[in-house]
């Protein structure tokens, strides 16, 4: 049988569109730009998504550098993701909700050839576990609690 290990994070709500979390010390606030009458001051839900999914394919990188004994000096990864805003703003749309797409490029630093490289990024993805919960199907579920339930 597997070890499982729990993440958790609490979401806040605050003054107009922002969202303020402690995680474990660090202090997060999403928001949304001034264009979109937020105060801008932090990323939006989506920018975050994709820099949690950029940042955990540049930390398994260098897990798996570190065991396999590769100077990897550098990896920088771009993720962008395309999706329709109407079905956030309640509107009708024939597109599901979320990103219809998401593309990952990797920059990489080291001694490796392109085709070593490619195997490398394909491995690191493989191993990355943000990447394997938007590339497959994961089970989301969600409910109410009793407002002195949530700590």
Known sequence: MSADKR???QAAMEQGFQVNADIRGHQMTIDQPEAARGTDQGPTPLEYFLFS????????GRIAAMQKKIDLRSMKVTVEGDYNP???LGKP????????SV????EIDADMS???KQAFLDEVCERCPLHDNIK????????????????
């Not at 593309?103 to 990797?106: E, F, Q």
Request: charged share 20%.
């Open 103 to 106: 593309s990952v490029a990797a």
């Open 7 to 9: 993440v958790s994070v």
């Open 136 to 151: 497959l199907e994961t089970r989301v579920t969600h409910h109410l609690v009793e407002p002195s339930c949530i700590a």
């Open 53 to 60: 999914l950029g940042g955990c394919i540049c930390t398994i």
């Open 86 to 88: 109407a079905g956030l």
């Open 93 to 100: 749309s024939d597109d599901r909700t979320g990103f219809q």
């Open 114 to 116: 392109d085709d070593e």
